[in-house]
């Protein structure tokens, strides 16, 4: 009996093409032998698609994607001093409208120290933590304004919007992954004592979701303090869950500590199964070094495991998160191997 | 001729107290011979006091404190446990209403790495920046609420209020601080690609302002980059400006990074001169630790500097300083000496 898995590509621009073919590369020789078929569609978007034709996500498109089985997206937007492109649309309407109309709600951030690979902390410890990041509400619901805008008067405001259904419904995820972990130990990480209103919903949510969980130990640290942590006892961490922004913060910040976040892979999982998930390397598209096969595609590729263990190949996921710890472990500093080298070198290890 | 100082003492909870008598000794050392007498007024605030009257800060008291010439803070705040005092009252209704109510819109706090200081980090560099933090604005204002609290339709919001007269204010102040020192740089820091108005009104502030300061460079990072040189490339940095929750985070981790925020002193100025500036060691009162001459007073010691410096006394502020440096450099690791050690040996040496 064969399955087909209905993959929606997403490469995007800069080295994202570039990373995402060997993600396929190695997720296509992970599903080898196991009946599962890949039919792939790739669209065309990003910063130079809306260069070419204007379009950020259209509605047709954006149907397209939601009828297949999953996405794997690259990496989007232009170089830094392209004034052309007005800053932030290309995320705005591209990839947050994905994470929100496709209700992503987990932003899943695995944080990992791999044998051999430089941590900037002298003495990082045993670093193995994932992030559950809220995805579709927080700061990030676009819910600002401003008045007498250019003008000495002018107001601008953000709104950060926090349900108790949103926060919920992570919370008890990370819990859920919590309970399934050696450590079981879940950290909320907030500012509750100046974000009052959002923050006492995080913190009575997580109060009463640990009690369904007894075998699961939670504590809370304000974001200031979560940072100190990261880089002073990093080892702490099991799972944590945060809000929108926080978790943005914190993941880019936990990719630095543990080596680059040339290694740090993401899932935006949809929980109850109405919408495709998302799967992405954290970093961006890097144009600076964009097809130059210079760009490390172990992040895109653990992505791509992220990716099969969400659609239920968990076994070809841990071949491929074998292969890359085993590559990654064998790495030497300073060494250079290109885009394709790596892939091909953790194609060949799975 | 004789000046006098009138200073307001806030000593606080926990260790608060402890490293402020060690902050005013040096003080008082500093001043020996210039002329400058000083007038201390101690006013008992903070969560024991607020355990043992129920006031956080009187309205008389707070006109009491305005009088005074600048303010002396150690620290406040109840244990992590005790459930007896609302999570965050005494924050906003002392703290953070001391920095609204005073108008100290500039909350800054410089970073710097002694020598012989152990970082976290394998290979720091040379760390030497200051972070100009706004600190009467932003996500700080207190503009939230919930509706259906407690229910699972809840919805609660955070606004952050940020103005042109607000921003400009503390961009300009970063400039100049940027135009007095070797490098000359200010790095905005913000997370304009989401947070859309706020951000934009930043930058576009930043823009206008810089034209002033043309041996001034700038540039600009998202708050989740930002964390990240923080750890792989500290010394990047010179001046940076941000909002008041982005200038939380990133002035912890900082702290972090330069050894911990056992050094790190803090000046939260009223620019205008229509109220006194407050002087506080960023740490919290570390109530774990209190009353055992365990605490490190050197960042309380240090904030006593930054008082010093801004009320006209540079040189008396310029000679702890030094002290501090030499104190530092000379300590090696694993030595515990008690909080008064530390006083007089710092106070020995101005
Ligand atoms: C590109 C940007 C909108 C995005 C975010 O802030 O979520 C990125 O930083 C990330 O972490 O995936
Ligand atoms: C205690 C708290 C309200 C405060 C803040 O968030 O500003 C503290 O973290 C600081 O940085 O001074």
């Not at 621009?13 to 080898?32: N, S």
């Not at 996405?71 to 409208?97: H, M, T």
């Not at 992503?104 to 003495?123: D, I, K, T």
């Not at 992040?299 to 292969?323: C, N």
Request: proline letters at 5%; hydrophobic letters at 40%; aromatic letters at 4%.
């Amino acid at each position: 009996m064969t399955q087909t898995l209905d993959l929606a590509v997403i490469p995007g621009d800069g080295i994202g093409p570039e990373v995402t073919a060997e993600a396929l590369k190695v997720l296509h020789r992970a599903l080898e032998g196991t009946g599962v078929e890949v039919k792939e569609t790739h669209y065309s978007l990003g910063a130079q698609h809306w260069l070419s034709t204007g379009e950020t996500l259209p509605a047709d498109v954006l149907e397209d994607i939601r009828g297949r089985d999953a996405i794997l997206f690259g990496a989007i937007g232009a170089a830094p001093g392209d004034k052309r492109i007005p800053s932030g649309l290309i995320e705005r309407e591209l990839l947050l409208k994905l994470r929100f109309t496709l209700d992503q709600c987990v932003n899943l951030r695995p944080s990992r120290l791999y044998a051999g690979v430089g941590s900037p902390l002298a003495a990082p410890g045993e670093i193995d933590f994932v992030v559950v990041r809220e995805g579709t509400e927080g700061p990030y619901v676009g819910n600002g304004g401003s008045m007498r805008t250019g003008t000495p008067h002018e107001i601008a405001t953000e709104v950060s919007v926090n349900t108790a259904y949103g926060v919920e419904r992570v919370v008890r995820d990370a819990f859920r992954r919590a309970s399934l972990r050696a450590r079981k130990k879940v950290t909320l990480v907030h500012k509750h004592n100046v974000l009052v209103h959002a923050g006492h919903l995080w913190k009575r949510t997580v109060e009463a979701v640990a009690a369904e969980f007894p075998e699961v130990e939670h504590d809370y640290l304000h974001v200031d303090a979560a940072t100190i942590f990261l880089v002073t006892d990093p080892a702490r961490f099991d799972v944590i869950v945060t809000d929108n922004l926080f978790g943005d913060i914190l993941t880019d910040l936990a990719g630095a500590v543990t080596g680059g976040i040339g290694l740090a892979a993401s899932g935006n999982i949809n929980l109850d199964g109405t919408a495709p998930s998302m799967f992405e390397p954290v970093h961006g598209s890097a144009p600076d070094i964009a097809g130059q096969e210079k760009a490390d595609p172990t992040a895109a590729i653990l992505s791509a495991a992220l990716l099969l263990d969400h659609v239920g190949q968990g076994e070809a996921a841990a071949r491929i998160e074998a292969a890359v710890r085993a590559d990654v472990e064998s790495r030497t500093p300073g060494e250079k191997r290109t885009t394709t080298e790596i892939g091909d070198a953790i194609a060949a290890r799975v």
